[in-house]
């Protein structure tokens, strides 16, 4: 049976149980036959995927299915409202809510502000106070504040590249699933209910988070970083190829806003500049970051996608600083969208703010969970450290493809204890799909036959 299947499968048992379920309740009422070392390792993935969380130790321990944001949608008005239960908002923030709920034909059409942005003075003024401050660098800290830029989340990329790219898209109306953003990031594999230009847009996001973490030295509040920054997240996906990474030469509108922004050509690339200026000017990240999710949206400068790069543009201080990374975990879009509207409309930033900081809290928490488990040891891979390592040299030695590989595997399982079989077939195919030019070297193979082996290995 697929995994997928089995995800399915455990998740409706658990939504049975309000009060969560051990793992021997969940084998008892599974349709199907399944190890338990097997449930085990499904049970760890939906837990690492954020699909489901734990409460106990031990033995004691049960599993519940994560909690989803409540939203109801107002008839009237036509617009969504959120469960304030879900952040206790300012009076600021459920004043600009309320404005910004109201129907389009009773808020008040604007144009774009200049002075918005030009009376803003770096280091003077300041959208997050001293407080706020503190608190998201209490929480973003990761230890690596010594370490070359970029160190930490290179550290958690494979989980990071996933969170941000489903996050991220989502909030644009992408239909993925975290598990369908899984398969094709790390498999390449799209779902066929799934339309081309939402596999365009999560592997867009991949490029360009990619390029933030590697581009030492080059990755900036600049307009080579936000002008490529734009191209890779576009590619594919506008109507003239030309506009990727080009700055805006005609007037857009904003759905469900009466914000019209900037049209003049000129205008938007003197305001882009300023925004870069400031921007770089800035000495706190989280102001850094905070600054970029305002002002990159609100100016439009590119025909699509500005959210997107506002979104990713917030990473860069803070993968230059080595604090934990925002991928805008369970942010609702509702309310993302509500605070970017107190923007357009109002220039005002308190709601998008409290939604920034709870959105930041969230995130900072996952990645510090996901880097403790990194630091500890899998006893399983120690215990078959040298089985292991034979198997993944000799499959590259000899340029084995992927079925020759698979058989290959399967047969050298085979002389392990068949409790540990599906497991070492996990981890052996886990292995061969990380491996890349700069991790091989400790599996004793020359760089020649890990190229010829490359070869194979990517012919589908």
């Not at 005002?348 to 990194?374: D, G, H, N, P």
Request: net charge neutral.
């Amino acid at each position: 049976m697929k995994t997928e299947k089995q995800y399915h499968a455990i998740s409706s048992i658990l939504n049975r149980h309000k009060e969560g379920a051990s793992i021997d309740e969940i084998k008892k009422e599974l349709e199907f036959d399944l190890a338990i070392r097997t449930l085990q390792r499904r049970l760890s993935k939906m837990k690492e995927l954020g699909m489901i969380i734990t409460s106990g130790e031990s033995r004691a321990t049960r599993y519940h299915l994560t909690p989803t944001p409540l939203a109801t949608e107002n008839k009237k008005g036509g617009t969504l409202t959120t469960s304030t239960e879900l952040i206790q908002f300012s009076t600021d923030s459920k004043e600009i809510l309320s404005i910004v709920s109201l129907p389009e034909n009773k808020r008040t059409p604007v144009g774009y502000n200049r002075r918005f942005l030009e009376t803003y003075r770096p280091n003077k003024d300041s959208y997050l106070s001293t407080e706020e401050k503190e608190k998201l660098h209490s929480i973003g800290k990761t230890g690596k504040d010594n370490y070359p830029a970029g160190t930490y989340a290179r550290e958690i990329l494979n989980r990071l590249l996933i969170d941000l790219s489903w996050n991220s898209s989502r909030l644009e109306g992408n239909t993925y699933s975290l598990l369908d953003t899984e398969r094709l990031i790390h498999e390449g594999k799209a779902p066929e209910n799934k339309s081309a230009m939402e596999t365009q847009m999560i592997l867009n996001h991949k490029d360009a988070i990619e390029f933030i973490v590697h581009s030492d030295g080059y990755i900036g509040f600049n307009r080579y970083t936000i002008l490529n920054l734009h191209a890779l997240l576009s590619n594919n996906l506008l109507p003239d190829p030309a506009a990727s990474g080009r700055l805006r030469k005609f007037g857009v509108g904003i759905g469900r806003s009466v914000f019209t922004p900037l049209a003049v050509p000129q205008l938007i690339d003197e305001m882009f500049d300023m925004i870069l200026s400031k921007a770089s000017q800035i000495e706190d990240p989280f102001e850094q970051a905070f600054f970029a999710l305002v002002h990159f949206p609100y100016l439009q400068a590119f025909d699509d996608v500005n959210k997107c790069v506002s979104r990713l543009s917030a990473n860069i201080p803070l993968n230059e600083h080595n604090l934990a990374p925002i991928s805008f975990i369970d942010v609702p879009e509702d309310l993302y969208i509500s605070g970017m509207l107190g923007v357009y409309e109002l220039n005002r930033v308190e709601l998008l703010k409290e939604v920034f900081i709870w959105a930041y809290e969230r995130s900072s928490l996952r990645y510090s969970a996901i880097r403790q488990s990194l630091g500890e040891p899998d006893s399983f891979r120690l215990k078959y450290r040298e089985p292991l390592l034979k198997v993944i040299s000799e499959i590259i030695d000899k340029s084995m493809d992927r079925d020759k590989a698979n058989e290959f595997i399967r047969q050298k399982a085979k002389e392990l204890p068949e409790m540990d079989q599906n497991n070492f077939i996990d981890t052996v195919e886990a292995e061969l799909l990380g491996l890349h030019e700069g991790n091989f070297a400790r599996y004793r193979i020359r760089p020649q036959a890990f190229l010829e082996w490359q070869k194979q290995w990517k012919q589908r």
